[in-house]
């Protein structure tokens, strides 16, 4: 495992500060405005100093940036408040005398969201959102569930054990929240083999039969796999359907966009992958919040057709999703293809980077998991990677 100084965790807590800030402190009261990080953005918004110092921090100098112009400017208000309790809970020292039962009977509601959210992806040595997670978990269980008052900060820690490895506490935890994604997390688990095939089938079959009330677009990933185009092909009826009569242009382009992707997972479940790569690098992602999906997918696509140079380009983007739409597992499989991306083209302390991101996130993953943390040590070992630390 490769430890965080306590500065460097710091550092974590900027970057996922800067995002959650982005959410929260152009709020008003409990409806949240969020931000996509990696989209280009103009600013619109009549906001105060402090908050246009935050906004261009986030693109002019990235995460950090905007955390630290946070801090130094807002010093005394909820959003700083949240920051420092965090950076207290990632304190090494302190981890093991945490008492995280009493935090969640405690912690107001909506200061447990924006914790939660604080803590779900920084790859901390004490794991400090999983114990946030289980703590939830044993409640739920005792009380029968997640009450809908805890359902953010339910949702933010689900996110946070997909990013720590912990899949089957995330689905337990999902499970446990009646408007939790379960659905989402299972097929997380389906991708690594930890469900059986027929335990997939027939939950996805049941979110299939809520259509067009509800539909889980990135299930056509698991269709492609399982080769059911007929599933497939439901959904990319009823989005073409859905266009009718749209007269919210960006609403439409989504639209327009999951039909496209349908028909590249349509190409895939079929096996025809050329076909599928060329919808999908043909198919503009527009302002798509959850096109997270279909990114990885177009990048595994490009590798195994072994156009590095393309794939190279498209994982320059640090991660798949947005601040509004994400995935904590794609986000650690991304970074590893980075990684490897990296040190295919001779970027070696690059690689020593996103291989080191890679073990402190899943170092005491799922045991399923545990085939990257090796892969990723390995490569670590191949690389001197001591020996370029030394030097940077």
């Known amino acids: 495992m490769t430890e965080r100084a306590p500065a460097k965790t710091g550092r974590y ?6 995002a959650v800030m982005a959410a929260t402190t152009l709020a008003c009261g409990a409806s949240y405005l969020e931000i996509p990080i990696e989209t280009p953005i103009q600013p619109k918004l009549d906001v105060t100093p402090f908050q246009r110092v935050l906004v261009a921090g986030f693109v002019a100098g990235g995460l950090a940036v905007g955390g630290s112009a946070y801090l130094a400017l807002a010093t005394a208000d909820r959003g ?13 020292k302190r981890a093991a005398s945490i008492d995280f039962a009493r935090l969640v009977d405690t912690l107001p509601p909506e200061t447990l969201c924006n914790l939660a959210g604080l803590l779900r992806h920084i790859p901390d040595s004490a794991q400090t959102i999983v114990l946030l997670g ?8 005792f009380t029968g569930g997640i009450p809908n008052e805890l359902g953010c900060a339910a949702s933010r820690a689900i996110d946070g054990l997909q990013f720590r490895g912990h899949l089957h506490e995330a689905l337990r935890l999902a499970t446990l929240y009646r408007h939790g994604p379960r659905p989402a997390v299972l097929y997380n688990l389906t991708r690594v083999g930890m ?8 939950e996805f079959n049941k979110v299939l039969a809520l259509a067009p009330g509800t539909r889980l677009s990135k299930l056509y990933g698991w269709w492609a796999t399982d080769h059911d185009t007929a599933a497939i092909r439901t959904y990319i009826t009823q989005y073409a359907l859905a266009q009718n009569g749209v007269l919210n242009r960006p609403m439409a382009a989504m639209l327009r966009a999951n039909v496209a992707a349908g028909y590249a997972y349509l190409a895939l479940a079929k096996g025809d992958s050329a076909s599928a790569l060329n ?3 043909t198919t503009t992602d527009t302002l798509h919040y959850c096109w997270c999906d279909n990114r990885v997918t177009t990048v595994r696509l490009l590798l195994n057709a072994r156009r590095y140079d393309d794939a190279a380009a498209r994982l320059a983007r640090r991660w798949p999703g947005t601040s509004i739409c994400s995935n904590g597992f794609d986000d650690i499989l991304w970074t590893l293809e980075r990684a490897r991306s990296f040190e295919r083209v001779g970027r070696r302390k690059d690689a020593v980077t996103e291989y080191s991101f890679v073990v402190d996130a899943w170092h005491s993953a799922d045991a399923e998991l ?7 040590r390995d490569a ?13």
């Open 380 to 392: 670590l070992r191949r690389l001197g990677a001591s020996r370029l630390k030394s030097k940077a």
């Open 195 to 202: 469900v059986s095939a027929e335990e997939a089938r027939a």
């Open 370 to 376: 545990q085939g990257y943390v090796r892969e990723s």
């Open 134 to 141: 289980r703590v939830l978990s044993d409640r739920a269980l």
């Open 279 to 281: 919808q999908l690098l």
């Open 80 to 92: 700083s408040a949240y920051i420092r309790l965090a950076d207290e809970l990632l304190d090494p």
């Open 13 to 18: 807590v900027l970057a996922a500060a800067a």
